[in-house]
């Protein structure tokens, strides 16, 4: 009976990946056929970039402040000297990690559950079928402009949090640990180069498409009632959070 449960979950597991997968692949789809609906993903860039951006500048510069505070005083007692490379640790550290991680999870938990519930209330009340009947894909109309949206929104955003959370740590190493600016942005300027942002902004693309997809696809797949939406909106946000983790490791594995 053990044996049994766990290869029927694992037969599920493989059934969803490829449900999902198929899914996206009709969506995308969608990208070749006419009356594209540019105004749908013009909203959704505001509503998933410009509605998150001042949470994401409060997390980051607060993450840079942090950052600077472990390296210039409590890494500064183990290692001496190691504060000299302040700015381009803090700088590293977000332009090629945490900008865009931070940025991923908090979408996913803002906008994610947000697109997850609203995509569920349009199944259960019907108006996706509504548009159906009216002759309008909803893949087309609803989940593609929205997976686009991410796409070009989280690299955006992951822009801001990286300058914020530079910003962050640049106040504390002159404030608190007493760095001369001139030292700080050095380091930065030594270490960083194009090749670092793209690392970064690459990364985010793929979150933007893996967070607001799975938000969209178990919306779209809700059947029941309120309960469902619910559920479902747990499910998008935990995978897509999920799913952020797993595509860092993996996209900083082959491109590292």
């Known amino acids: ?13 493989f059934s969803k990946i490829g449900h999902g997968i198929i899914f996206l692949v009709k969506t995308i789809k969608q990208i070749n056929k006419k009356n594209f609906p540019f105004k749908e993903l013009i909203d959704n860039i505001l509503k998933i970039g410009y509605s998150s951006l001042p949470v994401i500048m409060v997390t980051s510069f607060f993450t840079g402040m942090v950052l600077a505070f472990q390296t210039g005083t409590y890494m500064e007692t183990k290692i001496k000297g190691i504060a000299r490379y302040m700015g381009a640790g803090i700088a590293l550290t977000m332009v090629r990690e945490l900008g865009p991680v931070l940025t991923s999870l908090l979408i996913a938990g803002r906008s994610g559950s947000a697109i997850a519930a609203e995509i569920g209330t349009m199944k259960i009340t019907e108006q996706i079928d509504a548009l159906t009947v009216m002759g309008i894909n909803p893949l087309q109309y609803i989940i593609l402009p929205k997976i686009l949206a991410g796409m070009i929104g ?3 955003l992951v822009i801001f949090a990286d300058l914020t959370g530079i910003l962050g740590g640049a106040l504390i190493a002159s404030a608190v640990v007493g760095q001369p600016l001139t030292i700080y942005f050095s380091g930065i300027r030594m270490l960083i180069d194009f090749s670092q942002i793209f690392h970064g902004l690459f990364k985010s693309m793929f979150f933007g498409l893996s967070v607001i997809f799975l938000s969209c696809y178990h919306g779209y797949h809700v059947i029941g009632g309120s309960r469902e939406v619910g559920i479902a909106t747990t499910k998008a946000v935990v995978s897509g959070s999920m799913s952020v983790f797993i595509l860092d490791y993996i996209i900083t594995s082959i491109a590292i």
């Open 1 to 13: 009976m053990i044996i049994e449960n766990i290869g029927f979950k694992i037969i599920n597991f």
């Open 154 to 156: 989280f690299p955006i």
